[in-house]
């Protein structure tokens, strides 16, 4: 039997409106080579100025992470060439990072809870981008000097399901604090990820892989399982350490595999050291006040549904997995609903009508229109199986809730003598039937509310009918 050990290093791109060391812009779906300048792409006599607003967010996120701030960090250079990275290095932190220790708790599904260590995240600046044709490729600066915080984890996660809660968290929290739109399609938020796996028991690591570049948490799972696979059966063909050397691999998506893409380098590989353009970075004290103010995070949220709305820990988890989620929740609550009815609607019913790409900021049914809906429920304008019509035709057209509930006859009827007329019918054409429930068939019952209900084809307020009908057979 063996552990696995999985550690994480996630880059976040940081959504200011400059790059990291200039004022070029950051936007993302430029012409190409447009957004950049000397600096960015690395011209002699060109020096670096730091963007104070990237500064700002590490510390917000430090904060997020209950992590130490380090009130004075150094930037390095991290000498390597690529084609995407003009300058020849890449300024970074090394030995002293803009945050230190600090922690995600990740959620299970049965309720339990469990601690994975952050290292560590420090400031530096992205490389471009390279497409690869067939007989040439191509490199796009654009992206060269984008802000980047990059969060280490602690090699505390012991499987795929745990290494995915765990970069779900953090995406969700960095959304929450508005540091970055990570969006993994575009590149906003992508990870490393760090396998090696040891005989149960064990407490030795041992050498890991590297799986470089992943941005989709359903590859990312898939990348793991294929390369925890591939190492220990290594480990049990008796060619472990032949196979399982320190290197970076990249994970092919058609054919499910890692393969090699190049020796894993070392520190000194890197040559770091102190960027001689760059002044240590000091953060005052007043700055971690100012900027240590953030949003309410996915758990206290989670907490405060639970204990002021009622909400079961599994339902308050899932609304405030994102921050959109949770504030479509609250839209809905701010017209006067209950928790419990807004979480069914939102969770089970809304959702369950969405297909593939859609969520609640593409709804086609708004938070307040959806609640206006659960409203016409809990005041008994129509049945709950009347409003699920509603909201299918929802789905597809944009009108007022009155106007649909009148179009489709939905409205639920609650004049006692209407029903009254309804059940004196039905109970004179089965007088045997009232025998039998008036002699103990208690079961019969139900037969007179479904009768009523087929008469008034589902328009009678079931809870009038159980009163009245109550009432003829006592």
Not at 300 to 310: D, M, N, S, W
Not at 371 to 380: F, N, P, R
């Amino acid at each position: 039997m063996f552990e696995v050990i999985i550690g994480l290093e996630v880059h976040v791109q940081l959504n200011t409106k400059s790059k990291l060391w200039c004022d070029c812009a950051t936007s993302f779906g430029e012409e190409p080579n447009t957004n950049i300048c000397p600096t960015c792409i690395g011209l002699p006599g060109a020096l670096p100025v730091l963007n104070k607003e990237a500064v700002h967010k590490a510390i917000q996120l430090g904060t997020a992470l209950n992590a130490k701030i380090n009130k004075k960090s150094i930037f390095n250079r991290k000498n390597y060439f690529y084609p995407d990275l003009p300058t020849g290095y890449q300024i970074s932190q090394f030995e002293v990072p803009v945050v230190g220790m600090g922690e995600i708790v990740i959620d299970f599904d049965d309720g339990t809870t469990k601690k994975i260590g952050v290292t560590r995240a420090h400031l530096e600046n992205d490389a471009g981008k390279n497409t690869h044709a067939t007989d040439k490729s191509l490199v796009d600066l654009n992206r060269a000097g984008t802000p980047l915080l990059e969060i280490v984890s602690e090699p505390d996660m012991r499987s795929a399901d745990e290494a995915i809660r765990y970069l779900k968290k953090l995406h969700s929290i960095v959304r929450y604090i508005d540091i970055s739109n990570a969006n993994m399609q575009e590149g906003s938020f992508r990870c490393d990820v760090n396998v090696s796996i040891r005989p149960k028991g064990d407490t030795k690591l041992y050498t890991r892989c590297e799986i470089k570049n992943m941005n989709s948490f359903k590859f990312i799972e898939k990348a793991i399982a294929y390369e925890v696979q591939r190492q220990i059966e290594a480990w049990e063909d008796g060619v472990y350490e032949q196979e399982v050397v320190q290197e970076t691999r990249l994970f092919d998506v058609n054919s499910g595999q890692t393969r090699s893409m190049r020796g894993k380098e070392d520190a000194a590989d890197y040559r770091y050291f102190p960027d001689p353009d760059l002044l240590p970075l000091i953060i005052t004290d007043d700055m971690i006040e100012k900027y240590s103010q953030i949003p309410e995070l996915p758990d206290a949220k989670k907490k405060r549904f639970v204990e002021q709305y009622g909400l079961k820990e599994y339902d308050a988890s899932v609304i405030c997995a994102t921050k959109e989620m949770a504030r479509y929740f609250e839209d809905m609550l701010s017209v006067g609903i209950s928790g419990k009815m807004a979480t069914t609607w939102l969770t089970v019913e809304l959702l369950g009508r969405f297909s593939d790409g859609m969520n609640v900021t593409t709804s086609p049914v708004s938070a307040i229109k959806l609640a206006q809906l659960v409203k016409t429920i809990e005041d008994g304008t129509i049945s709950g199986k009347a409003a699920k019509e509603v909201l299918d035709y929802l789905m597809e057209n944009d009108e007022e809730i009155e106007v649909v509930i009148e179009k489709l006859g939905l409205k639920q009827v609650s004049d006692d003598g209407a029903i009254l007329a309804m059940i004196d019918e039905i109970l004179a054409n089965n007088q045997s039937k009232v025998d039998e429930y008036k002699a103990g068939k208690e079961k019969m019952f139900g037969f007179f509310v479904g009768q009523v209900m087929k008469a008034s084809k589902g328009s009678a307020n079931p809870q009038v009918v159980n009163k009245l009908l109550k009432q003829r057979l006592a």
